[in-house]
Every structure is written in structure tokens, then in C-alpha cells.
């Protein structure tokens, strides 16, 4: 007879989501993440197959508990403006209220870009229908503005957004001022 699951697999998830997170894929060990978890491996292994299952549950969570109620603004039917000044002021707060030692800095898909991703076709298939999510959520709220150079637009902006999300792991303050500067071209496309 099969063993009982006796742990709450959200709650795990979010625990490992964290080491994750804070240290990578490679750089989270085993016994970082039984701690984290309080699950020790054996039941890890039993409940999600392999270190790799727990970090492909861990990047679901984190895709549908952190990444897409943030993109939503950006997705709803006539946003613009308004919505893409908040999503950048709403990044620039996380990054700067976070304390150093917070293993939330920055974002775990950008993070596993600069690692796993290098090396490992569907971390780098996650890391790019992220970009893309990110890229048409974008490309909606600008369509309410100007339609002069809107691929220019999509791309400066993904790219200020997921490069302060890497900087923010180690400079906060250059991530909080590249957060500033999507904003401040977000109010130079759109003028009141």
C-alpha cells in the first residue's frame, strides 16, 4: 500500500519556491529545501518526482501566484496609461521595500535565465513564454496610446522591466531608477 501524503503541497511549493528563488536551481540543495519545507526528501521525491518536478511546481506556482495577478492590469480591455504606470510603480515598490536579505529579490524567471535556462531547453521555454506573456501584456496597454513604433515601445519596456528585476538581486536602487525610467517613458508616450 502506498504512503499517505500528510503535508499541504501548496504550502510546500511556496516554501521550495523561496529556496528557489533566493538561490537558483543548482545552488538549492537538498537539505536546503527539506528545511525550507520541512519534507524530507523521500517524500519530496514521492510527491513530485525530483528536485526538478519541485522546481517546475515551484515556477507554476510562482507564474500564477506572483507574475500574472501583477500582468493583469496590463491584460484588461482598454487599459493604457493608468495601468502601465502602475504595474512599473508596483515593481518599484516591491523592489524597494524588500530587505536585502529577502530571498524574493528580483524575479525567479528572470533569475533562472541567468542560470538553468543557459543550459536546459524547458527552463529556457518557461523563461521565453514569460518574456512573451509579459511582451503582449505590454503591447495591449500601449495599444491605447500612440501607434507609432509600438514594437520599439514593447521592447524598451520588457526590457527595463526584466532587467531591473535581475538587478534587483544586487543593486536596488539602479532596479528601483530603471523602474522610474519605464514609467517616465510610459508619461512621455502618453502625455495628458
Not at 2 to 28: E, I, K, M, N
Request: aromatic share 6%; proline share 3%.
Amino acid at each position: 500500500m502506498g504512503r499517505l501524503q500528510t503535508f499541504d503541497s501548496t504550502t510546500v511549493v511556496q516554501s521550495a519556491r523561496d529556496v528557489f528563488w533566493d538561490r537558483g536551481y543548482d545552488g538549492a540543495s537538498l537539505a536546503d529545501l527539506e528545511t525550507a519545507t520541512g519534507i524530507n526528501r523521500s517524500s519530496l521525491y514521492h510527491a513530485f518526482g525530483s528536485k526538478r518536478g519541485l522546481f517546475d511546481a515551484a515556477v507554476a506556482d510562482y507564474r500564477d501566484t506572483v507574475i500574472r495577478p501583477r500582468l493583469r492590469g496590463l491584460q484588461a480591455d482598454g487599459a493604457g496609461r493608468q495601468e502601465l504606470l502602475a504595474y512599473f510603480d508596483e515593481l518599484r515598490e516591491a523592489v524597494a521595500t524588500l530587505p536585502l536579505d529577502s530571498p524574493r529579490r528580483g524575479c525567479l524567471l528572470v533569475n533562472c535565465a541567468t542560470g538553468l535556462a543557459t543550459h536546459d531547453e524547458p527552463a529556457r521555454e518557461v523563461v521565453e513564454a514569460y518574456r512573451t506573456e509579459l511582451a503582449a501584456a505590454l503591447r495591449n496597454a500601449l495599444a491605447g496610446g500612440p501607434a507609432e513604433n509600438t514594437d520599439e515601445r514593447v521592447r524598451t519596456l520588457a526590457s527595463l522591466s526584466m532587467s531591473a528585476m535581475l538587478l534587483a538581486r544586487v543593486n536596488a536602487a539602479e532596479s528601483a531608477a530603471l523602474l522610474s525610467t519605464a514609467a517616465d517613458q510610459v508619461r512621455a508616450w502618453f502625455p495628458l
